[in-house]
């Protein structure tokens, strides 16, 4: 299946420019310039990924993917016209995958959607191959945690848990090995490949994330522990 980007930004040079750009590289693309009429198309129909402009009249990126984010859980990379830490902070906390300033290389972002479809779905539709012999990541369970890497399914407590592709890795990277801490900077490299940069206050915005999410399913959730200084670890008891 061909993979479906949504470009959401209230500037139509970027609009055309990056889905031709982007069909060039074989991906199917559906581009919107009005966040309210993007929200309610979203929803409705999911695509693999998302890019979205924070700056935009009406409503902005944040709110949009605050909203997206309360019925869909596809990855976003977020676009912004200013290095604003603020900004970052608040985009990565309501659970955007990636961020490019502008002005951008439209080969940095093909780089950036391709490295997160391929987290996504390893054994994916965007035209890598496997080999046969290659095995199927195996199930994991933790205590209560349930995590299934092939499939993209969490579980705590036989209740699903909503990730994104982010969220998922830096899990998957702590739970790998309960009891053992992980530095930000090794769950930064996990997280992010591909040459992407970014500092090592994001894992701090996707820790904060996941345990807001595990703890609406359980209030007592607290297996991720931190480790001031040292990093996070988790406690499957």
């Known amino acids: 299946m061909t993979p479906t980007i949504a470009l959401v930004d209230d500037d139509r040079n970027i609009l055309t420019s990056v889905s031709i750009a982007l069909q060039t590289e074989g991906f199917l693309v559906r581009v919107y310039n009005d966040s309210e009429a993007a929200l309610r198309a979203l929803i409705d129909n999911p695509p693999e990924l998302a890019v979205l402009d924070i700056k935009m009249p009406r409503m902005d990126g ?18 912004t016209s200013k290095d604003d830490e603020l900004d970052e902070a608040l985009g990565l906390a309501l659970g955007a995958d990636d961020y490019i300033a502008k002005p951008f290389s439209q080969r940095l972002l093909i780089a950036r959607i391709r490295a997160i479809l391929r987290r996504l779905q390893p054994r994916d539709q965007m035209g890598t191959s496997t080999t046969p012999s290659e095995p199927e990541p195996e199930p994991m369970v933790r205590g209560k945690l349930e995590m299934d890497p092939g ?36 769950l930064l490299d996990i997280a992010y490949q591909d040459d992407v940069y970014v500092d090592d206050r994001t894992i701090d915005s996707h820790i904060k994330r996941l345990r807001r999410k595990f703890r609406q399913i359980d209030p007592q959730f607290d297996a991720i522990e931190t480790l001031y200084g040292v990093g996070y670890r988790f406690d499957e008891e």
């Open 62 to 79: 944040m709110e949009l993917l605050r909203r997206l984010r309360e019925k869909t859980d596809f990855p976003v990379i977020f676009l």
């Open 151 to 186: 499939r993209h399914k969490v579980r705590w407590n036989g209740e699903p848990v909503t990730l994104t592709v982010t969220e998922f890795l830096i899990l998957e990277a702590l739970a790998m090995r309960p009891g053992f801490v992980k530095s930000r900077d090794q």
